[in-house]
């Protein structure tokens, strides 16, 4: 059974920093790519940032570029999100992904973990 487990999330202020944290089990780590979605209140789920087993691929929405920054330990199955200079619009529900590597579509999905960033 997989489970994707997400930590880190509260509140916090306009220009602080949170890292996000999400523990996987249950799958073959270096066999997926793993990233981040987030959904604010009232809008579509959106894809934040990914990385390849290898970390030699990475991607960034244009929306959090040089702001965010995904990292990922393989030896402890774990992703991170590293999140600076945050912001209001940040604010939302974060959610762990993890795909194969053959595929585009997201196959697993945490619980999501709540940011807050009020100005």
């Known amino acids: 059974q997989v489970q994707l487990v997400e930590s880190g999330g509260g509140l916090v202020q306009a220009g602080d920093s949170l890292r996000l944290s999400c523990a996987a089990s249950g799958l073959t780590f270096r066999s997926y790519v793993m990233g981040w979605f987030r959904q604010a209140p009232g809008k579509e789920r959106e894809f934040v940032a990914e990385m390849s087993w290898s970390g030699l691929a990475t991607s960034h929405a244009d929306s959090v570029k040089g702001r965010f920054s995904v990292s990922r330990d393989n030896a402890k199955n774990t992703v991170y999100l590293q999140m600076n200079s945050l912001k209001p619009e940040d604010t939302a529900v974060y959610y762990c992904?993890?795909?194969?590597?053959?595929?585009?579509?997201?196959?697993?999905w945490g619980q999501g973990t709540q940011v807050t960033v009020s100005s």
């Open positions: 992904v993890a795909r194969r590597t053959t595929t585009r579509r997201y196959d697993y």
